[in-house]
């Protein structure tokens, strides 16, 4: 299935599809106690990610879940299409619900975890995990236990209206998604830079910034329509003003680590510079 077929299949709605394998999965069969508290770990973490941008208290949930199939143990989860209101056509609902757009930073965290291969400086993964709601991080670290916990391979890959792509997190990005859920927030600034983008990574949430004058460093992208100003100003070869919050990060134990994450909270291209004639 191509990008476009799917969305206009699923509405431009989100699906995560999930096959677990490893040494405790035998014969396409897996435990079910910890299958569930998978499932329902990213279930409640989607859920309470979107109570949190549609401010809420209360809400429940409308993923949706394929029927399991074989193929070492395949799980989909799928935003539910929004019901259409009388009068409107099918064009209004091709636009990402909220639970579609929480099931795409949940599956980002869960890709970036992975992807550093447990580097304990990864900013990145700290700041993914800082930037979504306390109530999310139960279902998180439930997820990431039962994977831990049956030496689970998860892999497969996040469908949305922005393409496909990859997610793979196994016992090492559980363990090092579990150690960033237990960091803290000790404080929050907000800086403005300009300078160019140095390359983007959709998948993982991430992006590389050449601020005038400073070194580069990386900051998390949280959302999929930040990330994609991002690569299209990428694309175009803009240089940019970025508008960055600055946590400072604690982790835990004696001698907690104490680091500095950007996190982009707006983007726009700077003017061109005048032309003298």
Same mark, same amino acid.
């Given at each position: 299935?191509?990008? @476009? ?9 989100? +699906? ?6 490893? +040494?405790?999965? =035998? ?50 989860? =799928?935003?539910?299409?929004? +019901? ?11 636009? %990402? ?16 975890? /992975? ?8 900013? @990145?993964?700290?700041?993914?995990? *800082?930037?979504? %709601? ?14 831990? *916990? ?6 497969? +890959?996040?469908? $949305? ?25 000790? $404080? $929050? ?16 949430? *991430? ?32 240089? @940019?003003? *970025? /508008? ?24 726009? %291209?700077? %003017? ?6």
């Amino acid at each position: 299935m191509t990008p @476009v077929v799917f969305e206009l299949t699923n509405r431009a709605q989100s +699906e995560l599809d999930l096959h677990l394998d490893g +040494e405790t999965v =035998r014969g396409h069969e897996a435990n079910a106690e910890s299958f569930a508290q998978f499932v329902r770990g990213v279930a409640d973490a989607t859920k309470e990610v979107a109570k949190h941008l549609m401010v809420r208290q209360r809400r429940s949930s409308t993923l949706r879940i394929l029927a399991p199939s074989p193929g070492s143990v395949r799980v989909v989860l =799928r935003a539910a299409t929004p +019901e259409e209101a009388a009068g409107r056509t099918a064009q209004n609902t091709r636009t %990402p619900s909220v639970d579609s757009k929480s099931l795409d930073m949940v599956a980002v965290l869960l890709a970036r975890s /992975e992807a550093e291969g447990g580097n304990i400086n990864d900013d @990145v993964l700290s700041g993914l995990a *800082a930037d979504l %709601p306390q109530k999310a991080h139960a279902g998180l670290k439930r997820a990431a236990k039962a994977i831990d *916990a049956q030496d689970w391979d998860v892999a497969g +890959e996040l469908r $949305s209206m922005h393409g496909f792509q990859p997610v793979h997190v196994g016992p090492v990005g559980a363990k090092a998604l579990l150690r960033v859920l237990d960091e803290r927030q000790e $404080s $929050s600034t907000s800086t403005t830079l300009s300078g160019a983008i140095d390359g983007t990574r959709r998948s993982i949430g *991430a992006l590389w910034f050449t601020p005038d004058g400073a070194p580069a460093l990386e900051a998390v992208v949280p959302s999929p329509e930040l990330m994609e100003q991002a690569v299209q100003h990428d694309a175009a070869n803009q240089r @940019v003003r *970025a /508008e960055f919050d600055v946590v400072i990060i604690v982790g835990k134990g004696a001698n907690p680590r104490r680091r500095q994450v950007y996190t982009l909270r707006s983007i726009e %291209p700077l %003017p061109d510079a005048p032309t003298l004639i």
